[in-house]
């Protein structure tokens, strides 16, 4: 199995910006889609971004569109996201996940992905 462990969460202010790193485990990392989602006090876990194994497609949530980047470094193992005037809505703990089963066209679904990190908190205050 794989483990994924993600870094880079923080409190910062609205506008301000983030950069969250998942490392991962492994050696079949670059055929993995991988995906970041986020979970709120009381909200289900939702999908935020994802990445086909090569990089060459990626697809966002329409609430962070614009503003967070989703990238791979195949060579490091590591999947990245970049996140840009932040909104105090987007609070919540953000985990990353790979998708082993994945084609071209990445998943933005939460039930497809087959291993999970532990996550790590973002809070964004106004």
């Known amino acids: 199995q794989v483990q994924l462990l993600e870094s880079g969460g923080g409190s910062v202010q609205s506008g301000g910006s983030l950069k969250l790193s998942c490392a991962a485990s492994?050696?079949?990392?670059?055929?993995?889609?991988m995906g970041w989602f986020r979970q709120g006090p009381g909200k289900e876990r939702e999908f935020v971004a994802t990445?086909?194994?090569?990089?060459?497609?990626?697809y966002y949530a329409d609430s962070v569109k614009g503003r967070f980047t989703i990238s791979r470094d195949n060579a490091k193992n590591t999947v990245y996201l970049q996140m840009n005037s932040l909104k105090p809505e987007d609070t919540a703990v953000y985990y990353c996940?790979?998708?082993?089963?994945?084609?071209?066209?990445?998943?933005?679904?939460?039930?497809?992905?087959?291993?999970w990190g532990q996550g790590t908190q973002v809070t964004v205050s106004s």
């Open positions: 492994g050696r079949t990392f670059s055929i993995y889609a």
């Open positions: 996940a790979a998708d082993r089963r994945s084609g071209v066209v990445p998943t933005q679904q939460v039930s497809e992905y087959d291993y």
């Open positions: 990445i086909n194994y090569s990089g060459s497609r990626t």
